[in-house]
């Protein structure tokens, strides 16, 4: 840290199995949180179609509202959730809200038409 900004990421070398070595994706993965574009809060269109920032609560709600209406409207398989196992939390909050089953974890994916 420096000046209240990442500078960068070293691996711990007494790790077990990397020693310390980082692959490309984790020695880079913090540069986006330096971004001027970074996003540090959801963002709602308004009724006049502009974005509005709004609380995790409200974006988690109005995805689970309008996944609830495509299920309503086209069954149960008309939403996918394709998550990472970074993304498994974030997931199965959206499982247990819409009461929709799991569809893709980690590597497997079941696509539906």
Not at 38 to 55: D, F, M, V, Y
């Amino acid at each position: 840290m420096k000046d209240e900004k990442i500078v960068g990421v070293k691996g711990k070398k007494e790790h077990s199995i990397n020693l310390g070595r980082l692959d490309p994706k984790a020695e880079y993965q913090w540069l986006p949180n330096n971004s001027d574009d970074r996003l540090l809060h959801p963002l709602i269109r308004n009724t006049q179609g502009e974005l509005e920032k709004a609380s995790w609560e409200e974006a988690m709600d109005l995805i689970v509202q309008k996944a609830k209406d495509v299920m309503k409207e086209k069954g149960g398989d008309g939403v996918a959730i394709l998550c990472s196992d970074k993304q498994y939390s974030l997931n199965a909050r959206f499982n247990r809200k819409t009461r929709q089953r799991p569809i893709a974890h980690g590597r497997t994916a079941k696509f539906i038409e």
